[in-house]
């Protein structure tokens, strides 16, 4: 685990409309306890006040039958499910008082009890002033030092929540849900607030892509993939975009750039579990939890002529049904609003990672150190912002991580997910003091394996039953002169854009040539020895350990802040979110 400090990138709106579920914002809590509020689901809310090195919690949830919940709890997770998640569970005892438990989930199985317990129980639950809902309050330090524990700190945090009426603690069934919260938010992230609120938003044109009211499939997951084209008169920019949803079964939603036309027909609905070398580079993500998603003020996304801009794409939707509800149809889908009012810089996105995947049947294997050398980084001839880390593993993915090398010195990580989970992969923002990319750094990235349950060699491929280890970095600016890929293959490491990497590997002779001699493909670069980064240290002298994650905070006004998605942030959730107010959301560049 490892902290986060943050730098502003972008800022997203929500606006939902108030509902009538027994979970409300400031309903039972008043704005002098609370400064904050979100609604993360209809049946879970949450406020929250930072006073000095702490946080306190109040928790309004629904009842989940006649009587109330005997447990519920609430989580700050790596990516947004059960694994790496920290919980604290407000659980009646066989004594009928109630216990704030700290616990740790690795994995989707019970949460274990942490051996250092952190949180204080404030406020025992009672019962709440509509007569449907129950009331809670805890309390923790932002950072535990606790090994178990995530930091409370500055930037877009992914949450976990769920109730039960069991009379131990155990499993919820489909009283659960996710989302997204900003504890803390940054100068940073208030000046772009004002900065966008300044520009001219009357150029804006929506591109729509949606489902054309498809079924939604009885199996308990299910991937569709639409294609679209953008327009292509002129360049214009992407400065932000939001989701239209008419289903509760969008697990998420992600946009790729295609290289070239794909060859399904645009607008013809196919399934997609795995994505065609064609249509890689992902663009856009969305999850519930998350509504408008707004760029920097000075960024955008290039899209329509140009080199480097994107022509065509490819929105893969996943379903989730875990119920197998059958009947539904689904037009969902995203729009993207784009300006041809070009802003100062285009985003970029450099794919690190590796094709050369061997993993043995029933065995734990680790790739090879991919090491995106300083030969390659120095074609980045200027220093380049890193925004955020997509990284991509198919079902037998245990963990990744990138390193950032400089002058032989090691900087904090680039991207890391110890519990990585095919089910929630998402944005995770690059924090602060590793998110620049200077000419001649090094970025090394390593994926995990676990071939248990296999009995033959799994290998690189598109199919889920194959596996792929990558990290899409998101960064800015970009020229038309950088690479789009920095990784190794089993005969060298590559540096090149897309076009070249795929036309050499389909047999050209003539363009293998000329990127060797360009310098884009190289021998393999073994990792040289680097300075490490130091352990980090604990302020508490009394704890042991240490703990890192990142979480965000409102302005005083009582509005809430739930996090979204894209620029730095962690994306995928189950539950849709429902918030009763106007609502801010930044997130970490």
């Not at 998603?293 to 000075?298: G, K, L, R, T």
């Amino acid at each position: 685990m490892y902290s986060k400090t943050s730098i502003s990138l972008l800022v997203a709106i929500l606006t939902f409309t108030k509902l009538s579920n027994a979970a409300q914002c400031f309903s039972d809590f008043t704005r002098a306890t609370f400064a904050n509020c979100s609604l993360i689901s209809e049946k879970f809310a949450v406020h929250w006040t930072v006073e000095g090195d702490s946080i306190k919690l109040g928790f309004q949830v629904d009842q989940v039958n006649a009587t109330n919940p005997n447990w519920f709890a609430f989580g700050i997770s790596e990516s947004g499910g059960m694994r790496g998640t920290d919980i604290v569970a407000i659980v009646k005892a066989d004594s009928g008082n109630w216990e704030a438990s700290d616990r740790f989930s690795k994995e989707y199985e019970t949460p274990v009890v942490d051996s250092h317990q952190d949180w204080t129980l404030v406020q025992a639950p009672q019962a709440g002033k509509d007569g449907k809902s129950v009331t809670a309050v805890v309390s923790r330090k932002l950072k535990t030092c606790d090994a178990d524990d995530y930091d409370i700190e500055t930037g877009n945090q992914p949450v976990v929540w769920a109730i039960g009426s069991s009379a131990t603690f155990g499993y919820h069934g489909q009283n659960r849900g996710n989302g997204y919260i900003t504890f803390i938010e940054s100068a940073q992230q208030k000046a772009d607030a004002v900065a966008l609120q300044a520009i001219d938003h009357s150029t804006y044109r929506n591109l729509t892509v949606q489902m054309p009211n498809i079924p939604v499939s009885t199996n308990a997951t299910s991937y569709q993939c639409v294609n679209f084209e953008t327009p292509a008169d002129k360049k214009y920019h992407i400065v932000e975009f939001y989701p239209k949803i008419d289903t509760k079964f969008i697990h998420h939603i992600v946009i790729y750039q295609c290289l070239s036309k794909p060859k399904e027909a645009l607008g013809q609905v196919y399934e997609c579990m795995s994505m065609s070398t064609n249509c890689v580079s992902i663009s856009f993500v969305w999850a519930p939890g998350v509504s408008k998603v707004v760029y920097p003020p000075q960024t955008g996304f290039a899209i329509g002529s140009g080199a480097g801009s994107m022509q065509y794409g490819a929105m893969q939707v996943h379903y989730n049904n875990p119920e197998q509800v059958a009947g539904n149809t689904d037009s969902s889908g995203l729009i993207l609003s784009y300006t041809p009012t070009l802003r100062q810089f285009d985003i970029g996105i450099l794919t690190l990672g590796t094709f050369d995947i061997r993993i043995p049947p029933n065995q734990v294997w680790n790739t090879r150190p991919q090491v995106c050398s300083s030969s390659c980084t120095k074609k980045f001839n200027e220093t380049v912002t890193l925004m955020s880390s997509f990284m991509h593993m198919h079902t037998l993915g245990k963990s990744i991580q990138t390193k950032h090398i400089r002058d032989g010195t090691e900087l904090p990580v680039v991207g890391l997910k110890n519990y990585y989970d095919f089910s929630f992969q998402g944005l995770q923002p690059v924090r602060a003091g590793t998110d620049t990319l200077v000419s001649g750094d090094q970025l090394i990235t390593t994926c995990k394996f676990d071939g248990k349950g296999r009995n033959s060699v799994t290998t690189f491929g598109e199919s889920t039953n194959e596996e792929m280890c990558f990290n899409f970095l998101m960064y800015y600016p970009k020229r038309t002169h950088f690479p789009d890929i920095c990784f190794s293959g089993r005969s060298g490491d590559v540096c090149t854009s897309w076009n070249n990497y795929f036309v050499s590997a389909n047999g050209d002779k003539d363009v293998t040539k000329s990127m060797i001699d360009n310098g884009e493909i190289l021998p393999i670069q073994n990792v040289s020895y680097y300075k490490p980064l130091p352990a980090p240290t604990c302020p508490s002298a009394n704890v042991p350990f240490d703990a890192n994650f990142t979480i965000p905070s409102q302005n005083g006004n009582g509005n809430s802040k739930t996090s979204g998605s894209l620029g730095k942030s962690s994306l995928l959730s189950i539950g849709i979110t429902f918030v009763t107010v106007l609502e801010i959301i930044y997130f970490i560049v």
